[in-house]
């Protein structure tokens, strides 16, 4: 079992840059590929990026390649997603989710185990 928590969510204005954290607990962090996922009102969730257990590899969706950035720390067991250039179309809940299974990056959320409560980002214009 992992147990998954989410801070750094906020408010703020359309060119601007946030920081969200992850924070697991539970077996040891680095056996699982880490996501963030995110859902906006009305919307299906979609990945948003994924890191391999070792950090050295990463993968993002179209959408926020360039702008965002996830990292992890195996030391403090926590995933971070660095956002830039935010703009109305990136507010939503985002989760962070960690699959303990597989050699291949995961990208769909089916693919995930474990789940955080989620944290709300809204990006106003």
């Known amino acids: 079992q992992v147990h998954l928590v989410e801070s750094g969510g906020g408010l703020l204005q359309a060119g601007g840059s946030l920081r969200l954290s992850c924070i697991a607990s539970?077996?040891?962090?680095?056996?699982?590929?880490m996501a963030w996922f995110r859902q906006a009102p009305g919307k299906e969730r979609e990945f948003v990026a994924a890191i391999t257990r070792s950090g050295t590899s990463t993968t993002y969706a179209d959408s926020v390649k360039g702008r965002f950035t996830i990292s992890r720390d195996n030391a403090k067991n926590t995933v971070y997603l660095q956002m830039n250039s935010l703009n109305p179309g990136d507010t939503a809940v985002y989760y962070c989710?960690?699959?303990?299974?597989?050699?291949?990056?995961?990208?769909?959320?089916?693919?995930?185990?474990?789940w955080g409560q989620g944290t709300q980002v809204t990006v106003s214009s």
């Open positions: 539970g077996r040891p962090f680095i056996t699982y590929f």
């Open positions: 989710a960690a699959a303990p299974y597989g050699s291949i990056l995961p990208t769909r959320d089916n693919q995930y185990d474990y």
